[in-house]
């Protein structure tokens, strides 16, 4: 290696090393005990106790853990394109030149600002199977309302279009994607003859690529690890975490119950860290199908 | 002539149609923000009722002040103010920082280190907590705030992750360029890719900011003495065991949900001001 | 920055409550809030103006409290005292420390609220406060439809009756809600028929859930839902507001539930007396017995300041709860104190101290800390499925015992 590259190799190495630090002080240490209790027993209380890859065999046959893989990969399935199309949507809707733009973005981004305990009551309130607003304008359309929150086959769709609409954060990390595109390139577009359409689909989707692509990957990880909505909001029926009928038993919430409940924290970092390792997986795809369809700068 | 014209009404009715539809997703977005703000005048017994009135009976304007009188809440404030931002510093002055090294400096090992970086974003948070809340108590640190802003200044994953994107936006020969007229990475960095990515690096501000801002977990399990809590811990106390105070925690949730709004819109009219320069080339 | 670091440092050492040296600092958590924290406080405070040298750091954790302190335990750092309830759990890990090795006057204690502390026979808590399980009726609804009110020696029979009369879905009026904790309240309904959910050594659901007896009792609620449609179910009730909005505004006759229906009234400005509390009713061939609710002061193993804290444990043995029950917050956990604050003549919380003498006295969850995990779930999804899925009682009863025992084995 010449000495240029060396020597961007050494600043390289520099520009990194807070967050090497970081990984180091805060993450290492709590990694390395969590892997060291996914083969424990341990109850919080008294040290862990040694008992080799029990938890791990005890997931394979554990029917509410591949449960709550169910639940939470038919959620990321319904909420990741979803939130994904809404929020870019917007962000092209609050592209335009209109007037009181500032004031229209803040609005769609109020929503995810208010404190989650006070929008979960609204909208538990929202899916009132009887009282609730979106069965009420569904009658007005002549539809039978579902008793979502109440009803396991409606229970995730029902989270998936809540999620759809706190999409202020990504929103805005669309808005400066958009904004990062230079004005020619549109240009040049219009010149040549191309419609709205044309500009978005062969301009701006290109352009943005890098952008979609960080929303897809951050959404997806997030997705997995949904665990708020369903605390606050998951139980109707007679049952608690879960409810109803186990329906909305995401694995973090699984994983939550067994380490801060059941006081099986062995169990549950074994269930976090399989959990960990289908991210990770699924995050090494999304990089891999990425030179498809990710186009970075022009050279 | 004619065409012109007509380009003109289309483009007219285009507009309006936007106006429309703004106006009406404005609407449903708002709902959340009216029904707190109905819940927070509403009388003490009528919050129970069932159905709930959309408008209360009414106006208790004095919740408002029963709701402040009720705990320390510019102690919380300034809890909250100094956690906040402590973070969003700590934050702005390490991700992009150690995103630039990852976007554009060539180095062995580059994507795999990327790749650790991510790991820490894919561990759910329950998982770590006991272990990092030892590792705190051995460095003593809770019942601070240390625990809530210092790991910030070594940089979050996520907005790493997003700076990149960002920077690898940003062509290569720009940086190539600087070199050859002499400049030291650090310059280069600091003085140009720093700069460009201002819509990216506000974006990140007003995220941790609010996240932060309304973070739950991190200062329920770090902090101890009710002197430290935040705001958002404080608006917890609303909420009985046997039945919440609506009326007071929306009136405090909405009086708390203010400064992350001002701190967004002011932002995002930042935000706007990259135009220019993006279209430099 | 550095100065900012050390304004920080600063502030953040001068926050920390550096104290006068000979003074001990105890730290106490409770979940109690707003007004019930109000009590706790002034209970406190008494304590510490009797105890000079010793302060009392109250901490109040509304939402997130088992998380907040099972972190702290795991950490090393729990509170020196703390309110808990499933005292097993903490007890069998060695969290919390046995109390009857220390002087703390236990006898002032109603006994049934110490049966409920005690875990292989010794005792770990000091009993807070309490509820006991007892029904609440709306009596506007009754003159309505003019059925006479309830009295404490009512039957099982007279209860249905009663609930089938007063059930006008035309107004949308329902006789009862269907019980809302499969594990308190079924536990009750079925120890009156001489049942009982679990083994008493709590290894299994085998022959108990599923006996005669037990299915006898969990049915004669179903079929109050799904035959005579004159109880409520979950997701009605829940749709309706809940069962404590259902009895106030007039939608349904009854419920079932303990003391803190009081204070929603008064927060809801309703006038207590137009309701009214009777006991449970028992079965023609049985005896009664209902739930009760309690919290416990507990002392962590971990703590630095047990002295103190078996102080303030003592203390408040010996208080009973009179501070609560003088601010009309809560029972009290001393029969003396009632006596002497007249409680047994009011008619509403008098019952509640009555309930005592029928209290169930080993919950299923006091039999075995596994109650939680590889038992209540099981009992709640079969509930689910018989009044969602339409199953009949013994079957998904069986159900349950059957997931139960595969979930042991794992």
Known sequence: MNKLRRREALEGYLFILPGLLGLLIFMVGPIIATVAFSFAEYDLIQPPRFIGAKNFLRLFSDPLFAQSLKVTFTYVILSVPLSTAVALALALLLFQRVKGLAVFRTIFYIPSVLPSIVSAVLWIWLYNPQFGLINYVLKLLGIQGPRWLYDPHWVLPAFAIMGAWNVGPTMIIFLAGLENIPRVYWEAATVDGANAWHRFRYVTLPLLSPTTFFVVVTSTIGAIQTFVQPYVMGGGGVGGLGAPMNATLFSVIYLYQQGFRFFNMGYASAISWVVTTIIILLTLLNFALSRYWVHYSVE | MRSQRLLRLRRKFWRTQLYVLLIVLSAIYLVPFFWAFTTSLKDRGAIFEYPPRLFPREFRFQNYLEAFSMYPWLTFFRNSVIITTLSVLGTLLSSPFIAFGFAVLRFPGRRALFFLVLLTMMIPYYTTLIPRYMLFKQLGWIDTFYPLFVPDFFGNAFFIFLLRQYFMGIPRSLFEAAKIDGASTLRIYWNIYFPLARPAVITVGILQFMTVWSDFIGPLIFLQSPEHYTLVLGLNAFRGVYFTYWHYLCAMALVISIPPIIFFFIGQKRIIGGITISGLK | ?410
């Not at chain 3, 099982?156 to 809302?180: C, K, N, S």
């Open chain 3, 1 to 410: 920055m550095r100065k900012l670091c050390v304004i920080l440092v600063v502030a953040v050492l001068g926050l920390s409550g550096i104290t006068a040296a000979g003074e001990v600092v105890l730290r106490v958590a409770t979940w109690d809030t707003a007004e019930g924290l109000h009590w706790t406080e002034v209970a406190m405070q008494r304590f510490m103006d009797e105890h000079p040298g010793i302060v009392v750091k109250l901490e109040s954790i509304p939402q997130g409290y088992d998380d907040r302190i099972l972190t702290s335990l795991a950490g090393g750092n729990p509170p020196d005292v703390f309110l808990w309830w499933n005292l097993p759990a903490l007890a069998e890990r060695g969290g919390i420390e046995p109390l009857d090795q220390y002087d703390i006057n236990f006898d002032n204690i109603a006994p049934a609220l110490n049966a409920w502390a005690i875990y292989n026979g010794r005792i770990y808590g000091v009993t807070k406060d309490y509820s006991c399980e007892v029904i609440w009726y709306n009596k506007k609804v009754f003159d309505k439809f003019g059925v006479p009110y309830p009295t404490d020696d009512w039957t099982w029979e007279d209860f249905r009756r009663v609930v089938i009369q007063l059930t006008h879905p035309d107004e949308m009026i329902y006789g009862t809600v269907f019980l809302e904790d499969p594990t308190y309240n079924f536990e009750e309904w079925a120890e009156m028929k001489g049942g009982t959910l679990i083994s008493p050594d709590g290894t299994t659901f085998d022959g108990y859930l599923n006996s005669p007896e037990t299915i006898s009792a969990i049915k004669f609620w179903t079929d109050l839902v799904l035959v005579d449609k004159a109880a409520a179910p979950p997701d009605v009730v829940e749709s309706m507001g809940g069962n404590y909005e259902m009895l106030a505004s007039g939608r349904v006759a009854m419920i079932e539930t303990g003391t803190w229906f009081e204070g929603y009234l008064k927060a809801r400005h309703l006038d207590v007396s137009d309701f009214g509390v009777v006991l449970l009713p028992r079965p023609q061939d049985g005896e009664r017995k209902n739930m009760m609710n309690t919290s416990f002061w507990c002392l962590a193993s971990a703590s630095r300041n047990k002295e103190a804290a078996i102080e303030l444990l003592k203390w408040l043995a010996d208080e009973g709860g009179r501070t609560q029950a003088e601010g009309g917050w809560a029972l009290p956990t001393s029969k003396k104190v009632a006596e002497d604050l007249g409680l047994y003549e009011d008619p509403i919380k008098s019952k509640f101290i009555m309930a005592l003498d029928s209290a169930v006295l080993k919950p299923p969850f006091l039999r075995t800390p596994l109650w939680w995990e590889a038992f209540e779930q099981y009992l709640a999804d079969a509930l689910d499925k018989i009044l969602i899925g339409g199953e009949p009682v013994e079957k998904a009863l069986n159900w349950a015992v059957e997931q139960s025992e595969k979930a042991k084995e794992g």
